[in-house]
Nanobody, 124 residues
């Protein structure tokens, strides 16, 4: 069974909204994050949240448009995406780690557990 499973991707017009979900099983992370990767581009950290405090960190490119959150059971992490732009199109991945602290919270190398990804396409 996959430890992380994303859902909620799809196609939307510019200016639209989507909500991604990632369910967590058989793993107790201290931090969950969303990353994305567009064709021929490096994987980019989008948002990250500490499971104990709920404190979130965002990439500058999505601040004010995206919101990361946890459900009360801390078994699902969401990424609410508003005011979507064509440049937001990518495969979005959920990632998790057990190490705490504020180092490397948006760096893919610091997250050992990954979901399979879900496609988001923003196009008119």
């Amino acid at each position: 069974q996959d430890q992380l499973a994303e859902s909620g991707g799809g196609s939307v017009q510019p200016g639209g909204s989507l909500r991604l979900s990632c369910s967590v099983s058989d793993y107790d992370p201290s931090r969950l994050a969303w990353f994305r990767q567009a064709p021929e581009k490096e994987r980019e950290g989008v948002a990250s949240i500490a499971t104990a405090s709920g404190r979130a960190v965002y990439a500058d490119s999505v601040k004010g448009r995206f919101t990361i959150s946890l459900d009360n059971a801390k078994t699902t992490v969401y990424l609410e995406m508003n005011m979507l732009k064509p440049e937001d199109s990518a495969i979005y991945y959920c990632a998790a780690r057990r190490s705490g602290g504020l180092s490397s919270v948006l760096e893919s190398a610091s997250f050992p557990v990954w979901g399979q990804g879900t496609q988001v396409t923003v196009s008119s």
